[in-house]
Structures are given as C-alpha cells and as structure tokens.
C-alpha cells in the first residue's frame, strides 16, 4: 500500500512532536498502532460586535454539521495536523441558522480586516488575516481553502482557542446576522486497533 506524500509528511512530523501529545498516544505510537485519517475539523458560529470574538468555549459540545471539537480541545487520542484552513461566511436577518444557512457570500470589510489567531494552551498555532482565508470564489470546494506553507497541529486533550480579533474601533453591522464557518483541514490519529 502506497501512502499520499501529505500521509508520511502528518505521521513523520507526528512522530517528531510526540513528546507534546497525551502519554496515551505516545504510548500508542510506540506500540505502532496509529493510524491517520482524512479530517475536516469544522465550526458554525453567529458572531457580532466586534474586539476579540472567542469562536470555541468549554461548553461548546460536538455536533455533527456545526461543531466537531470537543468544547474547546480534541479528545485522548485526536491528535490533528493540517494544512489548509478556510473562512465561510454567511448574513440573514434571522437569528440560530447555523447549521442551515449556505456560507458562499464575501465577508463584509469589518470581518476581512480582522485576524484569525488558533492557539492552545499558549502556544500561537495560526495567526493570519481573514481576507486570506475568505474565498467564496472557485470551481470546487478545496478552492476555498488556504493552503498553508508549514504544517500546524493541535495536541489531543489540550484547550484549544479559536478567535477573531477585530482593528480598534471596527465592529460589525449590527443590523443583520452575521455567521462564519470556520474549516481546517488534514489528518486526525486514531487507533489502528484495540490491542
């Protein structure tokens, strides 16, 4: 069986940082019973005002086609490396259509001038403006992403932040609803098997 070049370069760069992951999984990887598998980690979210908007919080539970941290972390076990990352962004008038509302319009400038910042646990894992990130424009869906130069990576069962930090002063219309779609994607571990 033949691996994708992204496959070796996630478990080789895995292997790498395993120091930083739960002692579960590096007691997995030195038993060789890791496996990666294709992942889209994904967030719906109605957002407002402006400053420093927090898009995950520890009450935040998963849920398929809105959320799919876990609260604010990825469970023993998750481990995520990844390399492309995209913005939707969607208006209404109506307020709670996260999970039903289509995320192809351009973010309006307050939100393009704003910065994504992930972080966990203190350490800055992206930091990048969201105009780069906001591509409703392209044939297929993987032109939406922003593809990365390096590889990123969330350590499993550790706090994740995800945030949108507004310019002084700019905040967004107050006079419709405002959502964002927030998709990162890569490769999750898992077990191989429960030996």
Do not use: C, W
């Not at 400038?109 to 969201?130: C, D, H, S, T, W």
């Not at 990576?153 to 706090?159: G, I, K, L, M, Q």
């Amino acid at each position: 069986m033949n691996n994708k070049v992204f496959f070796v370069m996630a478990i080789n760069f895995l292997i790498g940082i395993k120091e930083r992951l739960s002692t579960q999984l590096q007691s997995d990887f030195q038993k060789n019973n890791v496996a990666l598998q294709d992942q889209v980690l994904e967030l719906k979210k109605e957002i407002s005002g402006g400053g420093t908007i927090d898009l995950l919080d520890a009450t935040d539970e998963r849920v398929d086609g809105i959320n799919s941290f876990d609260k604010n972390r990825l469970k023993t076990g998750r481990a995520f490396v990844f390399d492309e990352v995209a913005i939707g962004y969607a208006t209404n008038a109506a307020s709670g259509l996260a999970g039903n509302i289509d995320y192809v319009s351009d973010a309006p400038k307050e939100l393009r001038n704003a910065v994504f910042i992930l972080e966990q646990e203190g350490r800055e894992v992206l930091r990048m403006p969201i105009k780069d990130l906001n591509n409703k424009d392209g044939f297929k869906i993987s032109d939406a992403y922003k593809e990365l130069r390096t590889l990123h990576y969330f350590a499993d069962n550790r706090e994740i932040t995800a945030k949108i930090k507004f310019p002084p002063g700019v905040t967004l219309d107050a006079g419709v609803k405002h959502y964002v779609y927030l998709r990162i994607n890569g490769a999750q571990t898992s077990k191989k098997s429960d030996v």
